[in-house]
């Protein structure tokens, strides 16, 4: 067997991805959404609607990376909660458009700086150029697995 | 409001990582667990067995960033398809320790490839070097999360 066919985590680029991923959650669970009681993905929703503007549930599942039919959910909650509202799209009447309320808006306003704070942290002893390039990484990653591509 | 506190995506950290990880999970499922009816969980489990050797239960919870209590229910559906042993340890007979079987070794034999093709294609594009810095900076910022630290 070859000797790349074996997998060290310590070495294992998605290992190493994961890992941070559950950190950042967990802390940012703990110090910014367990006072609201707010779930990570009731974040990401949120965010991405802070981010974006109103939009529609599919394009939410897109910029959230959670799949539509637990979006569909996540925003029935979210309304239930006052913090976002489902209306119909003033270019077609037949289109849904979720959008923060002026309380969503106030909640993201306050939650934003625990959020920075915890990216700072993470990012504490990196240099300015090397969360640049860790970004632009990021990203390039993000392009490479998302393209449409068909299997071997 | 500071310009410092608002939050935007593209530019965010945790969004790109947590990005990143989802496409990750989605395409490694897709093209390497799903043949084998294996959750991404249980697959993490079977990844750190085949690392680490046998361990604790609260060992691969470490190892794996998942629960303890996730941990042991996901051993336990492991012991039943045969791929993983409960047993007691050699130095305390009150120690469980989980290892793998020899058709768990097997299927990770089986699965690493897959493993290590998706981590080529999601690093394609960036050169060596970016790769080892980009490992080097998400373990620094693992540290810089999962270090003990009092809340402000």
């Known amino acids: 067997m070859p000797k790349s066919a074996t997998l060290r985590l310590e070495n294992f680029l998605p290992y190493l991805v994961n ?29 991405a609607l802070a981010d974006n503007g109103g939009q529609r549930q ?21 309304v239930r909660l006052g913090l976002v509202t489902r209306g119909r799209s003033e270019t077609s009447s037949r289109e849904v458009i979720v959008a923060l309320s ?10 934003a700086p625990v959020a920075l704070r915890l990216e700072r942290e993470a990012a504490s002893g990196l240099s300015p150029k090397e969360v640049k390039l860790l970004k632009v990484m990021l990203r390039r990653i993000y392009r490479n697995l998302a393209a449409p591509k068909r299997r071997r």
């Not at 890992?19 to 959650?25: D, I, P, Q, Y």
């Not at 967990?26 to 974040?43: Q, V």
């Not at 394009?59 to 909650?77: K, P, Q, W």
């Open 58 to 78: 599919i394009d939410l599942a897109a910029a959230t990376s959670i799949e539509t039919s637990t979006v569909s959910r996540l925003v029935t909650r979210l």
């Open 19 to 47: 890992r941070v991923g559950v950190a950042l959650v967990e802390r940012y669970s703990r110090e910014g959404l367990k006072a609201h009681k707010l779930t990570i993905d009731m974040w990401r929703v949120l965010a």
């Open 102 to 111: 002026a309380t969503g808006r106030a909640l993201v306003k306050k939650l």
